[in-house]
């Protein structure tokens, strides 16, 4: 079984998250999404999140694409969660791209493109317009 790995915030769940973890799913036969706690949001992003984790993790759950959610909650993890889960592909939005090629020593790693006209950034610009 191929397995496969992505990390985010996936908050305000779009159509362009879609997009990614349904192009995540199709490189292996397992995804695993480490969702970012509100804790590691805040405290190492300086992100606020609309929806708590739980929720985020109740809508990620809910999406065939995805096979299991764990916790992010750390920038460093990545290496260790790669080799727990015995993760074959490490994958990423391109705007990251380069960032985890430190990886490449135990799993394969692939950038994959944005999708160019949504972004939960955007969204909470619009809605702040409002």
């Not at 973890?21 to 999404?33: C, E, P, S, T």
């Not at 993890?77 to 994958?91: G, L």
């Not at 490449?104 to 994959?112: A, H, N, P, R, S």
Request: negative net charge; contains cysteine.
């Amino acid at each position: 079984m191929k397995k496969v790995i992505t990390y985010g915030t996936f908050d305000l769940l779009h159509y362009g998250h879609i997009n990614l973890l349904k192009r995540a799913k199709a490189l292996g036969d397992y995804l695993i999404v480490a969702l970012s706690t509100d804790e590691f949001n805040w405290d190492s992003k300086q992100k606020k999140c609309y929806f708590p984790y739980e929720r985020r993790k109740q809508l990620l759950e809910a999406i065939r694409y995805v096979d299991l959610v764990i916790p992010e909650e750390s920038w460093e993890q990545k290496r260790s969660d790669v080799e727990e889960f015995k993760v074959d592909t490490f994958v990423m939005g391109n705007d990251w791209a380069g960032r985890f090629d430190f990886l490449k020593d135990i799993c394969e790693v692939v950038y994959l493109e944005r999708t160019p006209e949504i972004s939960t950034t955007q969204i909470k610009e619009e809605l702040g317009e409002k």
